[in-house]
């Protein structure tokens, strides 16, 4: 607004216009408030929660790691050779080493869960750990353990406060501790001074745990302390240039990097679709802003005769727009930080996805991102005005005047050349590569088809509605409703862009959602064969125990393999190496093999890697691939098979070429066969009683459809905010669906008025504004299933595998499409009708009275 213009009119009078309009319309106003402020509240918690897990793995990472600069870590759970310690102690630039034993355990001597044990056992050497690691040695009743027996004693454990909690012992009493698949008590010593970190640490002397825990002669990791003036990085390459294959350095920027790696892909993904129902929000607040315009054009025009300029006009409509976001932008960041609250505490910092266990993390809220998505709901809402407001200042004040509310119905071709730019943007948008590892160019693909459906839908709407105006049976009622769409297709697209927004965003994800579910159902079926499963923690079966297993009375068949963490690389999560029987000519008997093989030469050693392994490392069939195993193995990559288990990558091999490469012939995993009548529960006691009493006691057994039901259900937790975000867009957008019936049918009052005078019955209006209300939900509903299954395909094929490297088949949710359909019809036709009782309870003389 001009000075000249504030001068003249005043802020007064401009500032009851725009009270006097939402006070008229409350509903319109709150529901683009409230969509402006459900997408910047999803952002900002997603937003929050992704902070606060990071920096809890941050904290946890450094609880872990303690005071040591650097680190030599095993690629493996089997460790590396001891004797390691002494070459990296005398290295050049280390004053202090200490070797360490590194075993995932859990309390208890009985069978383990199908989910790991969430406690770390250290065997540590007190001397050497105490001048590099001084926050893993214990204290007793806060005093320093300093007694040599203390120290010393084989039979002692310290643990951290949240694994003495878990424990549920006392200073003095004992525990059992199973680690390696092995079990041994000892008698709580000393608590390590790590404060509330929440990480469950149990450390006993390195002798102890090698002794009892089957890991004579290895190590897991050397923590180590440079010299003052020692160059980080010159030491780690010159510790690389030491290392066997089985041994890598690690640094703490590499774990930090390593965890957040682990769940980025997913909480990048939460956090674009939480900014894509924010663009949804700003859909909404177009077409409120849109009917507003309309409806008030004469007064618009009134106000330009007496003066106003253009430009302050423009203002104006911009300023509503802007109080519309700041409210809706505010109470958006107080629901965020609510719904972030709550979702730490329910689901954890990786989100409900299982990525990661371990204490609920400390809601963190930064000043910079508060201000950020404040930008963004008020960005959200002003650019939603742009549009109302260039329609106000272009309007004819002479005209205006005189004119009923409508919006003037330009040539739709114009928009639907805009429509398929951008959508044809969109197509080009998809094919671009990922960014750091980010689908950035998938979500703008996606914005951008989100944008050209909307920009099209003039075009649009009058396309779907000409062949239902002629194919609709005659009649005054469906012809009234009809000619007046088909006529006004730029008000109809303001009604349909919201509606049109919410669907495609709904479809999008639940097509994605119930593709990959059903992808991940029948992948379950492939690789988790035969009726029963059964595991051991630690070493597992050897050769002679496999037979007695097979020769169980009821067992018709077993499946053996191992499974075991694979360091590939120290900044990404480890690989699994997955060991099982694979024929080198028929891999897809027991692997989900995709895509084209390769057959490895006769003296080559076959693997296959996962899709997750093949994108993130960049390996393609055909390939030699060195293993960080004994002996640096060079394997050949025979094919590529699918797996969503494991994000981070798995390696098949053939159980016998595993045997002949490390000597290890253990199995801890089995599949078994059951003889036709034979009960579950009566096969796993014939196995129980075949194998020796530790073994026996720890084996866990589960029916395959027990487990598949479990994978099913960790994935729907996984995937709880994606159906929450669905159930979001559903109720904002029936929320758009009725405040903009709701306007744009009490708008049209003196149309109303002037069909009673010649001679249209109330009940006949009524019938055609339902019509009406039907079929714009009808076309809204066909624009935005399209755009939706478009939107979804960039999604399935673009999306996840650039940011989750797998593949899916496409499914579409026909249940789902088909409620839609009835709700938002039915809700459309609804207040339609409701609006049209108001509308047609004013007298129909006082209706036209104006134009007499």
């Not at 320093?144 to 003495?164: G, K, N, R, T």
Request: hydrophobic share 55%.
């Amino acid at each position: 607004m001009t000075a000249a213009d504030a001068r003249r009119f005043g802020a007064t009078p401009l500032a009851w216009m725009m009270l006097g309009e939402w006070r008229a319309h409350p509903g319109r106003v709150v529901v683009a408030a409230l969509a402006v402020a459900v997408g910047v509240a999803l952002g900002f918690a997603v937003h929050l929660v992704n902070g606060s897990a990071q920096a809890e793995l941050a904290r946890a990472m450094r609880t872990v790691n303690a005071d040591a600069d650097l680190h030599v870590a095993a690629s493996t759970p089997l460790g590396f050779d001891e004797r390691l310690y002494a070459v990296l102690a005398r290295a050049p630039g280390v004053v202090a080493a200490s070797p360490v034993v590194a075993l995932q355990a859990r309390f208890g001597a009985g069978p383990a869960s199908f989910e790991e044990g969430g406690l770390s056992l250290l065997g540590l050497d007190p001397l050497r750990a105490i001048e590099v690691t001084p926050s893993l040695v214990a204290t007793a009743a806060g005093r320093a353990a300093s007694a040599p027996e203390q120290v010393f004693d084989p039979d002692a454990i310290s643990l951290s406060p949240a694994a003495l909690a878990a424990s549920g012992a006392r200073l003095g009493e004992r525990v059992t501790v199973t680690a390696g698949g092995r079990s041994a008590g000892f008698r709580v010593a000393g608590v390590l001074p790590m404060g509330d970190s929440g990480q469950q640490i149990a450390v006993v002397d390195i002798a102890a745990a090698q002794w009892r825990f089957g890991s004579l002669g290895r190590l897991q990791r050397v923590d180590l302390k440079l010299a003052p003036g020692a160059a980080l990085p010159r030491v780690a390459a010159d510790l690389r240039s030491r290392l066997p294959p089985e041994a890598q350095v690690v640094t703490d920027s590499s774990q930090t990097r390593r965890g957040d790696n682990l769940t980025r892909a997913y909480r990048v993904n939460l956090q674009m679709l939480a900014l894509v129902a924010l663009l949804t929000g700003g859909f909404l607040v177009f077409s409120a802003q849109s009917l507003s315009v309309a409806r008030r054009r004469p007064q618009f025009a009134l106000l330009r005769v007496l003066g106003l300029e253009r430009r302050g006009l423009l203002a104006q409509v911009l300023a509503e727009g802007l109080v519309v976001g700041a409210t809706g932008a505010l109470l958006g960041l107080a629901l965020g930080a609510g719904l972030a609250a709550a979702i730490l505490g329910i689901l954890g910092g990786d989100l409900g996805s299982g990525f990661f266990r371990g204490a609920t993390p400390d809601l963190v809220v930064e000043p910079l991102a508060v201000a950020v998505f404040f930008v963004l709901g008020l960005a959200a809402a002003v650019l939603g005005s742009v549009l109302p407001a260039l329609e106000a200042g272009r309007a004819r004040p002479g005209v205006a005047l005189k004119d009923l509310g409508d919006l003037g119905e330009g040539d739709t071709r114009r928009s639907g050349l805009w429509g398929l730019g951008l959508l044809a943007a969109g197509a080009l948008a998809a094919l671009a590569p990922a960014v750091g590892g980010v689908s950035l160019f998938g979500y703008l693909s996606i914005g951008l088809l989100l944008a050209g459906g909307v920009a099209a839908m003039p075009w649009l709407a009058r396309a779907l509605l000409s062949p239902l105006q002629e194919a609709a049976p005659r009649g005054v009622v469906l012809e009234l409703a009809l000619s007046r769409l088909w006529g006004a297709p730029s008000q109809a697209a303001v009604a349909l862009c919201g509606i049109v927004a919410s669907v495609s965003l709904m479809a999008a994800m639940g097509v994605m959602v119930t593709s990959l579910r059903g992808s991940v159902d029948a992948w379950l079926g492939d690789i988790l064969p035969g009726d029963l499963l059964f595991r051991v923690e630690g070493g597992g079966f050897d050769p002679d125990q496999q037979s007695r297993i097979a020769a169980a009375p009821g067992v018709a068949g077993v499946l053996f393999q191992k499974t075991l963490p694979l360091q590939l690389s120290p900044d990404r999560p480890p690989a699994m190496l997955v060991v099982r029987p694979v024929a080198r000519g028929a891999p897809a008997g027991t692997l989900p093999i995709i895509g084209r093989t390769a057959r490895a030469p006769a003296a080559a050693l076959p693997v296959w890697v996962s899709e997750p392994a093949s994108r993130l490392y960049g390996i393609e069939v055909g390939e030699q691939l060195q293993l960080p195993l004994p002996g640096a193995p060079e394997v050949f990559v025979a094919g590529v098979w699918r797996d969503y288990a494991r994000q981070a990558g798995a390696i098949a091999m053939d159980d016998a070429d595993y045997a002949r490469l490390t000597g290890d012939r253990l199995r801890n995993e089995a599949s078994v066969d059951l003889q036709p009548g034979v009960r579950p529960a009566a096969a796993a006691s014939a196995i129980r009683a075949a194998l020796p009493g530790p073994l026996a006691a720890q084996a866990q057994f589960v029916e395959t459809r027990q487990m598949r039901a479990i994978a099913l259900q960790v994935f729907d937790s996984s995937f709880a905010l994606t159906y929450a975000l669905e159930a979001i867009a559903i109720a904002v957008g029936l929320a758009g669906v009725a405040a903009t019936m709701s306007a744009q049918t009490l708008a049209r009052t003196k149309e109303f008025g002037m069909l009673r005078h010649v001679g249209v019955l109330r009940r006949q209006i009524i019938a055609m504004l339902a019509c009406e209300g039907a079929a714009l939900g009808a076309v809204g509903l066909v624009a935005g299933l399209g755009l939706g299954l478009a939107m979804s395909q960039v999604l399935i094929h673009v999306v996840n595998p650039q940011s989750f490297y797998w593949t899916m088949d496409t499914r579409v949710p026909l249940v789902l499409f088909a409620s839609l359909a009835v709700s938002l019809i039915g809700a459309c036709a609804l207040t339609a009708v409701l609006a049209g009782r108001r509308a047609l309870s004013a007298d129909a003389v006082r209706a036209v009275r104006e134009d007499w």
